[in-house]
Nanobody, 124 residues
Framework: QVQLVESGGGLVQAGGSLRLSCAAS????????MGWFRQAPGKEREFVACISWSSGRTPYADSVKGRFTISRDNAKNTVYLQMNSLKPEDTAVYYC?????????????????WGQGTQVTVSS
């Protein structure tokens, strides 16, 4: 059974940093694109960043570009999201997603597996 488990969320002050992790199990995702999405209260789930299987492509949402960094460790079947200079508007539940293909983009429908999410709250 495939599972994606996010961790690393929490409460942080504006300007602070958090590092999210997403550990995958049940199959290898070393040849799969993986991504991060987020959903704030009352809003739709939105794309944050994704990474191709080889880490050669890492597109970001404009709202996080220059502040967030996505990376992966295929040996550990894990993807990370380093979040710096956090803002109150970054407050959301952050979801990890994995695709069956090596390259995916910013559309929700491109991903086949989803984690349960981890809460990130940024106070002003």
């Amino acid at each position: 059974q495939v599972q994606l488990v996010e961790s690393g969320g929490g409460l942080v002050q504006a300007g602070g940093s958090l590092r999210l992790s997403c550990a995958a199990s049940g199959r290898s995702f070393s040849r799969s694109a993986m991504g991060w999405f987020r959903q704030a209260p009352g809003k739709e789930r939105e794309f944050v960043a994704c990474i191709s299987w080889s880490s050669g492509r890492t597109p970001y949402a404009d709202s996080v570009k220059g502040r967030f960094t996505i990376s992966r460790d295929n040996a550990k079947n894990t993807v990370y999201l380093q979040m710096n200079s956090l803002k109150p508007e970054d407050t959301a539940v952050y979801y990890c997603a994995a695709s069956r293909t090596g390259y995916s983009g910013s559309y929700y429908s491109e991903y086949d597996y989803w984690g349960q999410g981890t809460q990130v709250t940024v106070s002003s």
